[in-house]
């Protein structure tokens, strides 16, 4: 991600703006110290990312997959080992 120093910003606030809602964050720093991270109001924050399904098509679940062990586990709970 790009920082840019506070005057330089503050320069060209319209086209990093621009950028930014574009799908391009960047972070504001002072003196080399970063203070704010610029980003577009529709991008999702640190932690609310969803992948469902990012594996399609890449692993198969077998049919009898709640059915697997089954009496492996059934022997267990009956105490037959």
Not at 22 to 36: C, D, N, T
């Amino acid at each position: 991600m790009r920082t840019i120093n506070i005057h330089e910003a503050k320069t060209h606030l319209s086209r990093l703006v621009e950028q930014a809602a574009a799908g391009e964050p960047f972070v504001i720093a002072k003196a080399g110290r970063p203070l704010v991270k610029v980003l577009p109001l529709d991008a999702p924050e640190s932690g609310q990312i969803r992948r469902l399904g990012f594996m399609t098509g890449q692993i198969a679940v077998p049919d009898d997959f709640d059915r697997l062990g089954q009496d492996a586990i059934a022997n267990l709970f009956a105490g037959q080992v």
